[in-house]
């Protein structure tokens, strides 16, 4: 009878576990099923009195009845939306475009590459963030979008909206990837889980990796995961990639070390390993709309 009841309780919780990750991440967006009149280019917004831009880029073959992934890319201190949409020379610290995941995707996200304010993230006042609503409530209107698959990534400044982001709107935020990143943005809330990815050099000059370790510790601590002591460290000139272990589920947290400077475009043999790593963290998780 002890078991029988046991077994009961666990069910009963895995039930309102899946029920509240439903309430989280709700449904379609309301641009599900109708014919779209956003296409890919650069849009206005105006915010707080201030005329802002962001590029949108639909899939080759957009379906209106399908939902698709929706990806945020923040640019870094003195780049900009184009710069994103176009890549840098990744030899040089450069960005690849669209941050290498477009290729990844295989045509199954929208991505949304917003413009700074003087070419960065100040977010003062929240008003970057409130930026981002206005995007989100025009592209989601509009757009088929998966409202339990919205992500957000970005590197250096653009890794600090990330971040902010997914302490500001964690309900709206699947996933982040914080690619060299530090508390730039802000942090308005920052109590609630979400899923985290974050990569940082120990030769970063720009941004030191004590500041990346501290806001991956936001989320080690709210997605109930165990912290670890000594620090992951790379191994020589190959990274290391560290899964946290026992955080809540559908919430788990992810550290890529590696001995390089502040750059978005470190290689592992050869290869930029971020695109790739991103990728996979975003893609593991799975619809509940």
Partial sequence: MFAQNS?????????????SLDTVFAAKSA????????TSKTYSATVNGKQRQYIIKLPTGYDQNRAYR??????????????IVNGENPDQGGVTPYYGLPPLSNNSAIFVVPEGLNAGWANSGGEDVTFYDTIAKTVEADLCIDTSLRFHTGFSYGAAMSYSIACSRPRDTR???????????GCSGGKD????????????????????????????????????????????????KTVYKNCKVGYPVTWVIHNGDHNPSQRDGGKIFAPGNTWEFFSQFASVA
């Fill in 70 to 83: 929706l990806i945020y890319l923040w640019h870094q201190r003195g780049a900009s939306a184009t710069k």
């Fill in 7 to 19: 077994l009961t309780v666990v069910m009963a919780l895995a039930v309102l576990l899946l029920a």
């Fill in 175 to 185: 996933a982040v990837a914080v690619i060299s990143g530090s508390l730039l943005s």
């Fill in 193 to 240: 889980p979400v899923a985290y990815y974050g990569q940082h050099g120990t030769s970063d000059s720009v941004l030191n990796v004590s500041g990346g370790r501290s806001i991956r510790d936001t989320f080690v601590k709210n997605n109930g995961c165990t912290a670890l002591s000594p620090e992951p460290a790379p191994n020589g000139a190959t990274s290391v």
């Fill in 31 to 38: 641009g599900c099923g109708k014919a779209p009149t956003i």
